[in-house]
């Protein structure tokens, strides 16, 4: 079982990414359980954004551990542990009187949950202007300060995570789409020869 976080940047090809490793890991016959992120679906009011942030943390762990139960080939979250970690650090001037270095610490337990990471990344103009092309009305997280607060959140969190001996893979989402797709399909590919040898070993 693997357990694979995309993450990063809006707008920046995660969730088209995470389809095609889905449609790719199927039609080879693996068992694939999606995880999609908690703040979807919290019943929270966003203005509290450090028990919003919370409640969706929590429940992207649980949907984690109970997909661990039922023993799927692959498991793919979309924004993960990292994901919440680097977050805070876009959300910390909404917390005040929160102890946001204890919540990361606490957050960076849980990434033993995880196997590998993808990190998908865009400027934050470029992230304004593909909202922009599929709604009128661009909510407050596409405002260019607050992304460009949240893009320096994850760089630290990716440098952060890579000096504790994490391999992850970093996506450009400036790049053209269809590069970026034959990245995830090469990574989907050593994903599954991966886990097909660890396989044949046991």
Same mark, same amino acid.
């Given at each position: ?68 139960? *039922? ?9 993960g542990v990292l ?15 929160? *102890? ?60 952060h995570t890579q ?8 996506? *450009?989402?400036?790049? *053209?789409?269809?590069y970026n797709l ?21």
């Amino acid at each position: 079982m693997k357990v694979i976080e995309f993450f990063g940047m809006p707008r920046s090809g995660k969730t088209t990414a995470i389809e095609v490793m889905e449609s790719f890991l199927k039609q080879n016959g693996q068992r694939v359980r999606l995880v999609y992120e908690g703040a979807r679906i919290s019943p929270l009011d966003k203005s509290d954004r450090f028990n919003y942030h919370s409640w969706s943390f929590h429940n992207t762990v649980n949907r984690i551990l109970e997909a661990k139960l *039922d023993h799927y080939d692959f498991i793919l979250v979309d924004r993960g542990v990292l994901d919440h970690m680097a977050f805070l650090g876009g959300i910390k001037k909404q917390c005040k009187g929160k *102890d946001i270095q204890t919540t990361f610490n606490y957050y960076s337990e849980f990434l033993q949950l995880q196997d590998r990471e993808l990190y998908f990344t865009v400027n934050p103009k470029e992230a304004i202007k593909r909202e922009g092309k599929n709604k009128p009305f661009v909510g407050r997280v596409f405002e260019k300060s607050f992304l460009q607060g949240l893009l320096d959140s994850y760089e630290k969190v990716v440098v952060h995570t890579q000096d504790n001996k994490r391999n992850i893979l970093k996506i *450009d989402g400036n790049n *053209d789409l269809n590069y970026n797709l034959q990245l995830i399909i090469a990574l989907s590919q050593d994903l599954l020869q991966e886990k097909l040898k660890e396989g044949g070993e046991e």
